[in-house]
């Protein structure tokens, strides 16, 4: 009887870890010099953030500060998807900023196609919003999270539930 491993890839980030990033944001913000006159808001809703200040030159500093602090949190920038820079009342300028989270149809295919070409015996599937990849050695498995890693996909991958 011969047992299969597997594991899955998602796309996900810890929202914990976010919601601390945006606190030592604000707190950055309120202290520093060019920034603490613009009376700028950061709030994060469920799968965005918005955020809204003086102007753009701010603005573009205050996407510096969150990104700078998620990247100390060890979280992937890819997890942002800045919008566009619309104007807000009062001469203001406000941006969303949309939170990328699972694998859309259109990469997870992208995905079990590479591993269908690479690896012959590494079965793939479209499990929802993640990738259920299934072997039945572990080194099949490790060369497969290789391949996949090395690969530049447009959001952040994690490999869960390795079996």
Known sequence: MASTYSFD????FDRQELVNALDQARREIITRYDLKDTKTQIDLGETAITLETDSDLSLQAVQVVIQTKAAKRQLSL???DFG???S???NRVR???????GIDKELAKKMTQLLR???KK?????????VRVSAKSKDDLQAAMQVIKSEDWPVALQFTNYR
Do not use: H, M, Y
């Open 9 to 12: 890839i998602v796309s996900d």
């Open 78 to 80: 890819k997890i942002f």
């Open 84 to 86: 566009e820079v619309e």
């Open 88 to 90: 807000a009342s009062g």
């Open 95 to 101: 941006q969303q900023v949309t939170l990328q989270k």
């Open 117 to 119: 070409d690479n690896f």
């Open 122 to 130: 590494v079965q793939s599937s479209i499990q929802g919003d993640t």
